[in-house]
């Protein structure tokens, strides 16, 4: 999975560090509305490959009640907020999510380039 997040190819730029904001040229999208929803955009861009659904349930959503909906419900957020900036990103199928961030510009990630370490 690409992490270098080629400015020339990003189309949205992520702040991770701070308040998380999503920016399209230059004006921030309306972020998404629950915690769980941005807890699960911070882990897809930080994680960085492919992650199980199952994972992703196990880690944000420990009620019994539906996980699986929840979790849909926070991807179906999440890719109409990228796809409003342009990037359609986001994909999987019935059992993995992965999150492509060559059409993103992560924050974390061009810092740690500019470091010289990306495993900092």
């Given at each position: 999975?690409?992490?270098?997040?080629?400015?020339?190819?990003?189309?949205?730029?992520?702040?991770?560090?701070?308040?998380?904001?999503?920016?399209a040229?230059?004006?921030?999208?309306?972020?998404?509305?629950?915690?769980?929803?941005?807890?699960?955009?911070?882990?897809?861009?930080?994680?960085?490959?492919?992650?199980?659904?199952?994972?992703?349930?196990?880690?944000?959503?420990?009620?019994?009640?539906?996980?699986?909906?929840?979790?849909?419900?926070?991807?179906?957020?999440?890719?109409?907020?990228?796809?409003?900036?342009?990037?359609?990103?986001?994909?999987g199928?019935?059992?993995?999510?992965?999150?492509?961030?060559?059409?993103?510009?992560?924050?974390?990630?061009?810092?740690?380039?500019?470091?010289?370490?990306?495993?900092a």
């Amino acid at each position: 999975m690409n992490t270098d997040c080629q400015p020339s190819k990003a189309v949205l730029h992520v702040q991770t560090l701070g308040d998380l904001q999503i920016l399209a040229n230059g004006e921030s999208l309306p972020m998404l509305p629950s915690r769980k929803s941005r807890a699960l955009l911070g882990y897809l861009l930080l994680g960085g490959e492919v992650q199980r659904r199952e994972r992703l349930c196990e880690l944000l959503w420990d009620s019994p009640r539906d996980p699986r909906g929840a979790l849909r419900w926070s991807l179906s957020k999440l890719r109409t907020l990228l796809e409003q900036g342009g990037a359609d990103c986001l994909s999987g199928d019935r059992e993995r999510v992965v999150l492509d961030l060559s059409a993103l510009q992560v924050d974390l990630y061009r810092i740690r380039a500019q470091v010289g370490d990306p495993d900092a």
